[in-house]
C-alpha cells in the first residue's frame, strides 16, 4: 500500500513541475517543442480570459450584441496577439491562423456567459418586481 501512495505522490509532484514548466515557458518567448503544449496554454489562457471579460462586463453593465462582439474581438485579438507577435509562432504549423483562434473559444464564450450573468445580475438586478 506504501509503494502505491508514493507512486501516486511522486507522479503528482512530476506532473506539478510539468505545469510550473509550461507556464514559465507560456509566459517567456519560447521555442515550443510540443503543439499540443502550446494548444493547451492558448486553451486555458482563453478561460481566463473569457472570465475576466464576463466580470468586466458584468461590473460596467454591457449588454446585448455590442457586448457580445467585444468579447469576441477582445478575446480572439488577444490570443492572436499572443501566438503571433509575442510567441512567434507559424500559423501554418498548428493549421492555419483559423485553428488558432478556434482553440477553446467556445469553452471560453461559455465561461464568459457564465460570469457575465452572474455578475451583471449580482450588482445591477433591483428585484423582483411584485404585482
Known amino acids: ?20 514548466s509550461m507556464w ?12 499540443d503544449e502550446f494548444l493547451d496554454v492558448v486553451y486555458w489562457a482563453r478561460q481566463v480570459i473569457g472570465i475576466l471579460i464576463g466580470i468586466a462586463w458584468g461590473i460596467f453593465p454591457l ?3 455590442i457586448a457580445l462582439f467585444l468579447f469576441a474581438a477582445i478575446n480572439c485579438g488577444i490570443v492572436y496577439l499572443y501566438c503571433i ?12 491562423v483559423w485553428e488558432l483562434m478556434k482553440e477553446g473559444f467556445m469553452t471560453s464564450f461559455a465561461c464568459f456567459l457564465v460570469t457575465w ?5 449580482g450588482l445591477h438586478f433591483d428585484g423582483l418586481s411584485r404585482d
Do not use: C, H, L, P
Not at 500500500?1 to 510550473?20: C, F, G, H
Not at 507577435?85 to 492555419?96: H, I, K, M, R, S
Open 24 to 35: 514559465a515557458k507560456a509566459i517567456t518567448k519560447t521555442e515550443w517543442s510540443d503543439k
Open 63 to 65: 449588454k446585448g450584441f
Open 1 to 20: 500500500m506504501s509503494t502505491k501512495t508514493s507512486t501516486i505522490e511522486k507522479s503528482s509532484s512530476a506532473r506539478a513541475k510539468d505545469v510550473k
Open 117 to 121: 450573468i452572474i455578475f451583471y445580475t
Open 85 to 96: 507577435n509575442f510567441q512567434g509562432v507559424d500559423e501554418e504549423a498548428y493549421g492555419g
